[in-house]
């Protein structure tokens, strides 16, 4: 019983490490600029084909191919940035939205040109058999994503409440104008968000493709889920996102382990409905703080 | 109604008279007929978004729940097409209130949420529950009323259009009434309505239901006209395509809907060509047209005729 | 003056003999087949070895010199696997293209959406889905076909092994898709003729990444066996996790699984996998007496040395539709309803990549179980099992 429980709960956690890594991207962005990135799944998608592309084809060492996966996702993230949201002045949030669709259609568009259809892997970041705990196995790269999730997380919230400049783009959301009037530059903050949101994307896609193989359609459905986890735990809220994105993972293996497989997913939504519906501005955003962005 | 939208439906209805004529193949008039059924979803979203101001993500639940109900009662329990059709659009408008009353609560991105999670798991259920589950299920009776049954393509346009004509007379009214006016309002300030003594929430319900609606004809039409329906056609990827039309056709104004329709719909079919890298050119025209385009193809339109004729440009 | 004139003229008559002679080659019309692929979308990975097969088949016919000196034309459209976009692409290719038959789709849902047009259009359509109800029932398919062998078939060879093994009880994993489902249909219905019991059914989404709840529920039940019924990275997916769980039971794949491309992918997780595979997977594994034999080894080295991949069970569909199209066109030339009659009934003990084809008035798709091997994974490798 326990097993089998355990068995369950692990593998909500490994799936739900990748929708919290998403899930934080989202925040990354939207943090910076209130606009909802919906590329931010092709960032995942490009994590672990570029990881492939380095490490396989071109055969590189591991942590070259590491490095360079890291400054090839940061690359997109800036022409992203630069080419199709810097260009608009004051523009309307819902067209940026479309926008980012747009782009994201483009990147899925090179990516099948280049990786054609067909899915990839490589190995995991250690071999080794997998971990038994009460009979569960969790295998040795879920315990690569789980950790590399939570080094994330940490490594953000030292940037985003220590550091100066992470201050400074959390200020750019709040109001953009007031940001200029102490000095902040702006713009170059709104760029830097779309690179780290990138980075934390493919790190997820990075860790993610020994277990899961990566195509070049795995994007949209990653941006849906953790979108999904950044609002149940509230725009903005980096823990929140975490939280949520663990929740829907956890939730839709349980309900495939105890009620049906074929619900997994409806379940998850329900209970994200549900959590709306209460907390309107998610779990850990209040309403009050709501009404302080711009959308 | 207005000079410029009296203009319009004449040239909508020019347009449609004379395109079979021109070119009869069945290819355009189909391209035609799914910019049609498009259309009527897309004029419902536009209110909801331009006119009420509210995101939805889950228009495909809705086109979904319009196109099963209706292929359902008519294939197996035998009802009348028009009364299947009309059953359909109850549903969707009891679904919409269901989902309106606690969703319209939410704003922004938590609102686009919550409608692309009922768009969702609308479809989980019916590729779970759906008769024929994710493979679908076929021989939906064609469109026929008072015993005359429409097979050819050129009917089917014809009805498929004319009910776009009707819908949007019905639309334009209802935008130049009171209620729309109060949406307009609703839309620049809830507050500022609110203070005045309107129903806000009730007035975003009602649009909501309306859009459902909308989306439930079109589905139930896309049914009976290609007779074959799968899960797979009503999925979010189709919400956003919806949005798209809205966005691309100019959101501040109901006739972008019809445009944008059109040339999202068309615009695959003339790519064609490009074969592998259809999908990219496809995203690279968005991305452009969207970022040069930004009020949408109709009212850079209406800007430009305005100029043209020496007034000074409105601005919405 | 004269003179110059004298030598143009000549020259020119020169050219135009010249001309007329070799360019006459191709004089003929060409014959005009539609073939509708999932290029892109989520049904890719079926779309693109089909469309590989037609350009290369078309390649090789127009180089030996036509079909009676006709040159094949092949008109590709991109389904996006979509069936809206099947049924445009389809109006497409019949009005604007005027095309003798249509090859394809990809998916079972495009096919279904298309049987009603292709009927009214009276062109046959050769479809390279596997779902039972695209030619069935028989009475209302009389313009439509199909390549891949039937679900049933493969649910069949797979059970009547199982049953030599002793295997009673199962747990079945499936996709939830239309291929996922078809074949979850048809493993439940089969069930009980072998004497097999389901002891659990799970289903997982196309673009999932986990499956180890689903497979630890399968093992709980107390199955003996697990069969999933998926195609594209889930089938890997199902793969790796069978084999961290170190689930202690065997794992049977659908005839989706058919590719080296899985094997390599799947890794070392793959040791001991059982599928049923039509031959021209395995085709260096089969007798060279085989009927398929020679067939599959031509078609199977061609595809490699042109696109540098295998073609697969997939492409190994259009390759049959192809050429069976083909060899009508060769014998009752460019009528529709003549094409179809032959098809109907002239293609019996007909060797292809998907097996040997029997068709008729009753069975437009003529394949039984008889089309598989039942193959194991060992060192990397097929290996027909007896």
């Keep these: ?167 400074a783009m959390l200020a750019c959301a709040v109001n953009p104008t007031a940001a200029q009037l102490v000095g902040i530059n702006v713009s170059r903050m709104v760029m830097l968000s779309f690179i780290l949101s990138a980075i934390v994307g493919a790190i997820g896609g990075m860790a993610i493709t ?35 994105g663990f929740i829907i993972g956890i939730l839709e293996s349980m309900t495939a382990g105890y009620i049906h497989s074929g619900l997994k997913d409806a379940v998850a939504l329900i209970i994200l409905l549900l959590i709306l519906f209460f907390k309107p501005a998610g779990l850990f955003v209040s309403k009050a703080m709501l009404q302080l962005r711009k959308y | 109604m207005k000079k410029g939208d009296a203009s319009a439906f004449l040239l909508l209805i020019f347009l449609i008279a004379v395109l079979p004529i021109f070119s009869g193949s069945p290819y355009t008039l189909t391209v035609g007929i799914f910019s049609g059924i498009n259309a009527l979803v897309a004029i419902g979203l536009c209110i909801l978004m331009g006119y009420a101001g509210q995101v939805s993500l889950g228009q495909a639940g809705f086109y979904g729940i319009g196109a099963y109900v209706s292929s359902v009662l008519s294939v197996h329990a035998g009802f009348p097409l028009v009364a299947s059709m009309i059953a359909a659009m109850v549903v969707a408008a009891f679904a919409a209130a269901v989902l309106a009353v606690p969703a319209l609560r939410l704003k922004g991105h938590y609102l686009a949420v919550a409608t692309l999670g009922f768009g969702e798991i609308i479809n989980i259920v019916l590729n779970e529950w759906g008769p024929g589950g994710p493979s679908g299920f076929g021989d939906i009776p064609p469109f026929n009323l008072l015993g005359y049954t429409i097979h050819s393509t050129t009917g089917y346009f014809y009805l498929i259009w004319g009910l776009v004509v009707v819908v949007m007379f019905f639309s334009v009214n209802l935008l130049h009434s009171r209620t729309g006016r ?59 395509l919806v949005l798209m039309m809205v966005i691309v056709g100019g959101i501040t104004n109901v006739w972008g809907a019809i445009i944008g329709a059109v040339v999202i719909t068309v615009l695959p079919e003339l790519l064609r060509r490009f074969e592998e890298l259809d999908v990219l050119v496809y995203g690279l025209i968005l991305t452009v047209s969207l970022m040069f385009f930004r009020k949408g193809l109709v009212p850079i339109l209406i800007e430009k005729i305005q100029k043209l004729r020496g007034f000074a440009v409105v601005k919405h | 003056m004269k003179k110059a004139t004298g030598t143009l003229f000549v020259v020119l008559v020169a050219a135009l003999s010249v001309f007329l002679v070799f360019g006459n080659a191709f004089a003929k019309e060409p014959y005009k087949i539609g073939a509708l692929f999932a290029v892109t979308g989520p049904a890719s990975f079926l779309g693109e070895p089909e469309k590989n097969t037609a350009l290369m088949l078309q390649e090789q016919i127009n180089k030996a010199g036509g079909i009676n000196g006709h040159p094949l034309e092949i008109i590709i459209e991109d389904t996006k696997s979509e069936e809206a976009t099947a049924v445009l692409s389809a109006k497409k ?92 249909k048809a493993l439940l219905e089969m069930a009980p003729k072998y004497g097999i019991t389901i002891v659990a059914e799970e289903k997982y989404g196309p673009k999932d990444s986990d499956m180890t709840t689903q497979l630890t529920k399968i093992k709980a039940a107390g199955a003996q066996a697990v069969i999933n019924w998926s195609v594209g ?108 009659d032959y098809v109907e009934t002239k293609i019996q003990k007909w060797p292809g990549t998907g097996g040997i084809f029997n068709m008729s008035p009753e069975d437009h798709c003529g394949l039984d179980k008889t089309a598989f091997e039942m193959v194991v994974v060992k060192n990397g490798d097929w290996e027909i099992l007896k």
Excluded at chain 3, 134 to 162: G, L
């Design chain 1, 1 to 167: 019983m326990l097993t089998v429980f355990l068995q369950f709960l692990f593998s909500g956690l490994t799936v739900g490490a990748v929708y919290a890594l998403v899930g934080i991207g989202f925040n990354i962005t939207y943090n910076a600029t209130s606009i909802i990135n919906l590329a931010q799944g092709e960032f995942v998608v490009i994590g672990g084909l570029m990881m492939w592309f380095f490490s396989e084809s071109l055969k590189l060492p591991f942590f070259v191919s590491v490095v360079l996966t890291i400054i090839t996702a940061g690359l997109v993230g800036l022409l992203m940035e630069r080419l199709t949201i810097k260009p608009l002045k004051n523009p309307d949030l819902l067209l940026m939205i479309m926008i980012t669709i747009a782009v994201s259609i483009v990147l899925r568009g090179v990516l099948m040109f280049y990786f054609g259809k067909d899915p990839y892997v490589y190995p995991a970041f250690t071999e080794g058999e997998p971990v038994s705990i009460y009979g569960a196995i969790i295998q040795q790269q879920t315990l690569w994503v789980i950790g590399i999730t939570g080094f994330c997380i940490i490594a953000l919230f030292f940037f985003f409440k220590k550091t100066i400049i992470g201050k």
């Design chain 1, 210 to 244: 020994p277990i899961a193989l990566m195509e070049y359609d795995k994007g949209p459905m990653l941006a849906v889920k953790g979108f999904c986890a950044a609002i149940m735990g509230g725009l903005g809220s980096n823990r929140g996102a975490v939280l949520g």
């Design chain 2, 182 to 240: 109060a949406l307009r309002a609703v839309h620049d300030s809830e507050i500022a309505c609110n203070a005045m003594g309107l129903d806000v929430a009730a007035l975003k319900i009602k649009v909501f239901i309306l859009s459902a609606v909308y989306a439930a004809l079109a589905g139930s039409l896309y049914a009976h006209y290609v007779t074959f329906i799968s899960p797979s056609s009503f999925s979010l990827f189709y919400s956003i």
């Design chain 3, 93 to 184: 290719l019949i009005e604007s293209d005027k095309v003798l038959a249509i090859i394809g789709p990809s998916t079972t849902g495009e096919s279904m959406a298309l049987v009603p047009i292709l009927n009214t259009a009276a062109t046959p359509l050769l479809s390279c889905a596997a779902g039972a109800p695209i030619t069935q029932p028989v009475k209302d398919r009389a313009w439509i076909f199909k390549t891949p062998q039937y679900d049933i078939s493969a649910v069949e060879a797979i059970y009547e092994y199982m049953k030599k093994q002793s295997i009673s009880k199962v747990g079945i994993i499936t996709i939830s898709t239309g291929f996922g489902d078809a074949g979850k």
């Design chain 3, 233 to 340: 990275p889930g089938q890997v997916v199902v793969t790796k996790n069978w084999q961290a769980l170190k689930m202690g039971i065997p794992l049977y794949q659908s005839h989706g699984w058919g590719s080296k491309k899985n094997i390599e992918l799947a890794g070392k997780a793959a040791e001991g996998v059982i599928a049923p595979l039509g031959r021209l997977v395995v085709w260096d594994k089969i007798p060279d007496k085989h009927p398929q034999k020679a067939l599959l080894k031509k078609y199977t080295q061609d595809y490699e040395a042109k696109y540098k991949s295998e073609p697969g069970t997939f492409g190994g569909h259009a390759y049959d539709s192809i050429m069976m199209i083909v060899e009508a066109l060769k014998k009752v030339g460019p009528d529709k309803k003549k094409i179809r």
